[in-house]
């Protein structure tokens, strides 16, 4: 069977993003409906897998990285408001039988994202 993963790369200092609050969504047909809300441990991923089993369905997903959180805990000042608060990725899952990796690549004021293996 195939699992959702992810992990939090900050960027700005060359490190793992550890205890970075993230938030996993699923699309239904009445909105997003909130499935898990987990943080980043010491190497910037999550525990376990967001998803896996039998609960790793095809459908539209949406993981939210409260990123501005992360970096105010730092002592890093991005602004106030910060530039960057929470961001969300949404991205589709076609094939619940494959591994989908989604990290996040973070500074204060950029970040970008891939999917990986």
């Known amino acids: 069977m195939g699992r959702l993963t992810t992990h939090i790369l900050d960027t700005a200092h060359g490190r793992p993003a550890a205890g970075v609050r993230i938030d996993l969504s699923v699309a239904t047909a009445a909105g997003w409906q909130q499935l898990a809300s987990v943080t980043s441990n010491a190497d910037g991923r999550t525990d376990r897998p967001l998803l896996d089993g039998a609960a790793f369905v095809a459908g539209r997903y949406e993981l939210l990285f409260h990123v501005a959180d992360y970096f105010r805990s730092r ?39 891939y999917r990986g293996s």
């Open 75 to 113: 002592g890093v000042a991005s602004g106030e408001p910060p530039f960057l608060d929470q961001i969300p990725l949404r991205f589709a899952i076609a094939d619940a039988a494959l591994h989908f990796h989604v990290p996040l690549l973070v500074s204060p004021w950029s970040y970008s994202t």
